[in-house]
């Protein structure tokens, strides 16, 4: 049924259903065991599964940041979702949880179902790559508080972990070793700096323009690069924490290495990492030259090209290694904790 008063004040509710039905689709990709319902009840249901003796939930909440503001200069908006997703679900890993399910938030201006469309199409893209079920959300239409081309979006996810199996700093000592995971790029943190750096304002047709320029180091233009969606780690950390002695683990997200580092260290120790241990993709290295950006404050703002980063005993290196390897991943043996006050020196 229309309502068009609301229609005239700024609200298509008959666009929001139309929304709804082109993402049905994309909802199905991700259905899980668990899930007990579908889209469109007031609540996702979703079933504990069995197997756990003292089961814990671990959850994780998050949005894709600044970085929607490129996804509106390209007008690309089926690959932000993932970053929502990433952002909650890596986090979640963190203490070694499985992610279970996510639940987004997305507010506009304006309802366009094909752009929602694209938009839950990334999101379930990341709910696949981690393994959970998009079991529900919420799509806001909100004339004059949002312009009617531009949009937000956040999510939160719920995860489960054996009590006895949590993942904490408590057993890190001197003599363990980092290893990390590469990223696919910026991510989703250290946009508004970005946006600085390559003078993204008002105007979108210059902004286009300084977006779409080639660049033969990357292979692709600035904008694509930019605009690469955040990777999401949960699958191969949960095959290496069935057959590794993990200690910690550190999401590299918003604060780079300087933040998110010591947040796996507990006190007594840092750590110290061989920049010549892996390669900086070159992205970073335009964003420091463009905007001549210290290397402190590029390693204190991005991950660097390393997304994911963890702990474990020097004897249980090689073995990490080769696990990630069966998967797929190639790690990298990044530096080691040191006794010492907390911190991270980067050598």
Same mark, same amino acid.
């Given at each position: 049924m229309s309502n068009s008063a609301y229609k005239a004040a700024g609200v298509d509710v008959e666009a929001g259903y139309r929304a709804v039905e082109l993402m049905k689709s994309h909802v199905a990709r991700t259905v899980t065991s668990g899930v007990l319902s579908g889209i469109g009840g007031f609540g996702g249901l979703f079933e504990l599964p069995s197997?756990?003796?003292? #089961?814990? &939930?671990?959850?994780?909440?998050?949005?894709?940041?600044?970085k929607l503001k490129l996804a509106f200069i390209l007008n690309k908006h089926d690959t932000v979702g993932q970053d929502c997703v990433a952002m909650c679900v890596n986090d979640i890993i963190c203490s070694g949880a499985k992610p279970l399910f996510f639940l987004d938030y997305i507010a506009c201006g304006k309802n366009e179902p094909e752009r929602i469309a694209d938009i839950v199409k990334g999101i379930a893209d990341g709910c696949v790559l981690a393994g959970c079920a998009l079991v529900g959300g919420e799509t806001a239409e909100m004339p004059g508080f949002y312009p009617a081309d531009e949009y937000d979006m956040a999510g939160f996810s719920v995860g489960i972990v054996e009590k006895s199996r949590i993942v904490d700093n408590s057993t890190v000592s001197a003599g363990d070793v980092l290893i990390a995971l590469p990223s696919s790029g910026v991510h989703s943190n250290g946009f508004s700096l970005i946006r600085k750096v390559f003078n993204i304002g008002e105007d979108n047709e210059k902004n286009s323009e300084r977006l779409a320029i080639y660049s033969e180091e990357l292979s692709s233009t600035i904008g694509e690069a930019l605009l690469t969606p955040t990777r999401i780690y949960v699958k191969p950390m949960l095959e290496l924490l069935k057959k590794v002695n993990v200690k910690a683990i550190s999401h590299i997200t918003g604060g780079g290495f300087y933040e998110n580092i010591p947040r796996m260290l507990p006190k007594g120790v840092r750590a110290k990492i061989d920049a010549a241990s892996f390669t900086? #993709? #070159?992205? +970073? /290295?335009?964003? !420091? !030259?463009?905007?001549?950006?210290?290397?402190?404050?590029?390693? /204190?703002? +991005? /991950?660097?090209? &390393?997304?994911?980063? +963890? %702990?474990? %005993?020097k004897g249980d290196a090689d073995l990490a290694v080769a696990t990630l390897a069966a998967t797929g991943e190639t790690a990298y043996v990044v530096g080691e904790v040191v006794a010492g006050d907390e911190g991270v020196n980067i050598l």
């Open positions: 197997g756990y003796d003292t #089961p814990v &939930l671990v959850s994780g909440t998050d949005g894709v940041g600044t900086v #993709p #070159p992205i +970073f /290295n335009i964003i !420091a !030259a463009s905007g001549k950006i210290s290397e402190r404050d590029m390693y /204190n703002t +991005f /991950n660097m090209g &390393l997304g994911m980063m +963890f %702990a474990v %005993a």
